[in-house]
C-alpha cells in the first residue's frame, strides 16, 4: 500500500511541474507587448484555468512586481512556481516563461543580423501594437471587479489615475502610498 | 564572458517595474558604457525585442548576448538578467506565503489593491496614445476589445488575429490601397465590430 501511495504522489508531482512549464512556456510564447499587456494571458492561464492563485492574490503579486526588479512576468512565474512547487517548481516556471523568448530571438536575431530588414514582423506589430492597448483595458477590466470595492477604493484609484496622468508622479511612489493608507484604514 | 553576465545581472537588479524600465539602463550599459552595440544598432534590436513575444527585458537580453558572442552571449545574458527578480521573488514569496494571514499585511494589499487599477488605467491611456493613431489602428483596438471583453476570447487567439491582420493591413498599405480607409481591410475581422 504504502509503495502505491507513494507512485501516485510521484505521478502527481511530476504531472504538476509539467503543467507548470508548459503553463508558463505557453505565457512566454504568446504574450506580445510586455508589461501590463501580458496580465490578461497570465491571469487566464494561472487564475482561471489553473486555479494557482485567486484574482486578489494575483493582483497582489502585480504589486509586488512593481516594487521588485524584474518583468512582471517573471514575477508572477517565479512566485506561482513557488507556491504550488516550491523552489524546484518557482526555478521551473521561470525557465518556461523565459524559454520562449530565448529560441524565438535567436532566431529573429540571425535573419536580422544577415538581412538588417525583417518586414513582415514590423506588419504583424502594426496589428498587434493597438491591440495592446485592448489588452490592458481588458486587464484593468478583471482586476476592477476585486479591487474597486467601494467609495475608498475609488477615491483612491481615481488619486493614482490623476497623479500619474497629470503630476507624472512615480508609480512606485503611489503603491507606497495606497499601501501606508491601507496600513492604517484596515490594519 | 562573465562580463557579459555581471552587465545583465546589474541591468536586471536596478531595473523595478519591469519592461519599459529597463531599456535606458540597457542602452546606458551597452551603448555608452561598454560599447558592445552601436546605437542605431540598438534601436532596430529593440524595435524587434518589442515585436516579440515574451518580457521586453528578457527579449532585449537575449538579442544583446547573441549579438555581442552568439547563442552563448544570449544564455548568458538570459541569467544574468532574470536572475535578480527570480531571486528577489524568492525572498518576498517564503515571506508573503508566510504573513499573508497576518492583519497588516492584508490590510497593505488591500490598499494597494485599487491603486493597480489607476496604474493600468493610466497605462492604457498612455499606451493608447502613443499607439493608436489613425482609424486602422481604431478599428484593431476595438476588434480587440471586443472580442476579448464580449466575447471572452483568450488573449492569444486575439493576438494571433491582430498579428495575421497587420500582415494584411501592411502589404495593403504598401500596394497604396489603404491610406484612410477604415473597415474593409479584413474581412475575417469585421463582422464582429462594434
Known sequence: MGLRTKSITDGWIANMYIKLLVSFMKIGAFSFGGGYAMIPL????????????????????IAISQGTPGPIAINAATYVGYKVGGVAGSALATAGVVFPSFIILIILGMLFLRFREVGFVKDMFSGIRPTVVALIAAAAFSVASTSVTGVVPAIVSGAVIIGILKFRLDPVLLLIASGVMGFFLYG | MFSIFWSFFKIGAVTFGGGWAMVPVIRKELVDCRKWVEDSEFVDMLAIAQSSPGPIAINTAVISGFKIRGVRGALVATLGSSLPSFLAILLVATFFLRFKESRAVEAVFKGMRPAIFGLLVAAVWQIGTGSVKDKVDITFLAIAAALLLLLKISPIVVVLIAGAGGLITGRLRRMGRLKSADGQQDGAQNKVDY
Not at chain 1, 43 to 61: A, C, N
Open chain 1, 42 to 61: 497570465i491571469s487566464r492561464e494561472i487564475v482561471e484555468t489553473r486555479g494557482w492563485l485567486s484574482m486578489p492574490e494575483f493582483i497582489d503579486v
